[in-house]
């Protein structure tokens, strides 16, 4: 890429983050490939909590494997998702299958079970065990027991006709199960758990796999102790302020660096994996965990095709606490391009880069910390959680005891007592609609007979929350925020229809690929069909397209 495209291209995707722009969502065809041509692997890369914008803002500092993706490979700029809940179940379920929340069920974090009237977590699943890989122990037990249609994963061990070998890894287990699928023979899901403790489940094995173990145990998390995040790049090559008075001090760090990971005395040891979790040696962990892996497993040097999944949560952790401007989200940028960079010279060298295709995207963006947008003029602001919002209201005029099942970012479920009063006392139903949309910062309140309708509508919110809608999960009302405003949880969020959240990078790299710029319209949701159609299978419960104007001439 020429100094005046990136230039160009960087300016366009700043340009484009500031708006959405409306996308595609019928599935394009697939078109089977041809044995001889299919890659020998294919690898999904997913960045937790990435804006595309970051390309525009950061990229120049990029010289390693995330300059070689966007420069060298198929760059959709105008790359978004196309529906309202944006969070890292939802989007890694969206990338693992390619179909969108309201058909693979994963439409959130976490959500109210009716049944058992209580907040259940996507990846949970009491029916499997935990294997632990190495030492420690963990009573977390995790599986895709929610997913309602197979990932690319399943279909590519269903449908192949060499068993393939699949691995999939993460820090997050909703991340890693959702890029992996349901499991079966030959395929490796993994996660961390309980700090330090890295496991898996019942539902993909039910013996520790050595070479997981004796990665883990070489390696352990605990050999960072002591270590100091300072600054990668030179201090010239940072936009904005490291001591921005917007930034919170998030134990035991402050708001400007070095950042030790190592808890002072007295301190909490949980500290030290929280710490870890949000510096680049999680991501350096990930990265070289999953080369491991496909070394040991021998990834692509099979007669059929083989996947490799990995997603770095880095800089979901650290976004939430210091915000896409911070100098550790920068740092974080600069660190992950290194490992990125090990990451696609492995694969050159075990598989070769005419035999492997790699995509690579996010699960979701991220807004500003409110307090800087005001600082500079904007619209933003903060509210209280949704749920405190709506037990005031509903005590006064139901009477005292509970009435919120859940309230999780901008939704909202009711207990079924509740919502069995509200539908025969329509007037309080409104009153509550009418409080929650006079808040400042809400623009609209949908209820879930307008989520549930399958009438048209011309309204883009309400279109990007019925992709989101899954009857049994969803809240009973969505409460959509204006850009810039948030919820008081944590600094800065994502979950929300608004630009910032749904705009992601959707690189295509490798065998099989015209590079280029593209600005047609395109989604995560499109990397599973377009993966599938290079290994020559389809995937039946897609909404997303193949991505054939990238793709080489057969």
């Known amino acids: 890429m020429t100094p005046v495209r990136r ?129 420690g122990e963990t009573t977390n037990r995790h599986s895709a027991k929610y997913m309602m249609v197979p990932s690319l994963a399943d279909e590519l061990r269903r449908q192949l006709p060499q068993q393939p070998s699949i691995v999939s890894v993460a820090e997050k287990p909703r991340s890693a199960i959702g890029l992996g699928g349901h499991g079966g023979p030959g395929t490796v899901v993994l996660w961390k758990t309980a700090g330090r403790v890295w496991s898996t489940s019942s539902a993909y094995t039910g013996t520790p796999w050595p070479d997981a173990v004796e990665y883990v145990q070489r390696r352990p998390i605990t050999n960072d102790r002591g270590k100091v995040w300072t600054k990668l790049l030179p201090e010239s090559a940072y936009l904005y302020a490291d001591d921005d008075p917007a930034e919170p001090t998030p134990a035991p760090w402050g708001r400007t660096f070095p950042h030790p990971l190592d808890p002072r005395e007295g301190e909490d040891e949980g500290l030290f994996y929280t710490a870890w979790g949000r510096s680049p040696w999680s991501d350096a962990f990930i990265v070289d965990l999953a080369i491991h892996l496909m070394e040991t497993r021998k990834l692509g040097q099979h007669d059929g095709t083989d996947m490799l999944a990995l997603s770095l949560g880095a800089l979901d952790q650290a976004g ?72 005031g209201l509903l005590q006064w005029t139901l009477g005292a005891g509970r009435h919120v099942g859940l309230g999780d970012g901008p939704e909202l479920a009711l207990t079924p007592q509740a919502l069995a009063t509200l539908r025969e006392r329509p007037d309080v139903k409104a009153r509550l609609m009418l409080a929650l949309g006079a808040s400042p910062g809400v623009a609209k309140v949908f209820d879930r007979d307008m989520l549930s309708s399958t009438t048209p509508t011309d309204d883009p919110d309400l279109k990007a ?90």
């Open 7 to 135: 230039r160009c291209l960087g300016l366009a995707l700043v340009a484009a983050g500031l708006c959405a722009l409306p996308l595609a969502l019928s599935a394009g065809p697939d078109h089977p490939q041809a044995a001889s041509t299919r890659p020998k692997l294919v690898v999904v890369l997913v960045n937790d909590q990435f804006p595309s914008e970051y390309i525009g803002l950061y990229g120049g500092n990029w010289t390693g494997g995330l300059r070689r993706l966007v420069d060298e490979g198929a760059l959709f700029t105008e790359a978004a998702y196309p529906y309202g809940r944006t969070a890292t179940c939802a989007g890694h379920g969206t990338i693992g299958t390619g179909a969108f929340p309201q058909r693979h069920g994963l439409v959130g974090n976490q959500w109210f079970d009716r049944d058992l009237d209580k907040a259940v977590t996507c990846e949970e699943d009491a029916s499997v065990t935990p294997v632990v890989l190495g030492d």
């Open 320 to 391: 939430h606490q210091y915000g896409p401007r911070s100098h550790e989200v920068q740092d974080l940028l600069a660190r992950a391009d290194v490992a990125i960079g090990r990451l696609l010279d492995a694969l050159d060298r075990q598989v070769g880069r005419d035999h492997y295709v790699l995509a690579w995207s996010a699960d979701h963006g991220v807004a500003r910390i409110p307090e800087q947008v005001l600082a500079e003029g904007g619209q933003a602001g903060r509210l209280p959680p949704i749920g405190q919002m709506a037990t």
């Open 465 to 554: 929350w019925r992709l989101s809608y899954f009857p049994d999960r969803s809240g009973d009302f969505i409460v959509v925020l204006k850009p810039g405003w948030t919820y008081d949880a944590i600094r800065t969020n994502h979950g929300t229809q608004n630009a910032y959240d749904q705009r992601v990078p959707l690189v295509l790299y490798g065998a099989g690929v015209r590079p280029g710029t593209y600005t047609t319209a395109a989604s995560p949701a499109d990397i599973a069909p377009t993966l599938a159609a290079l290994a020559g299978i389809t995937l039946p419960q897609a909404q997303g397209r193949v991505l054939t104007e990238a793709l080489q001439p057969r």
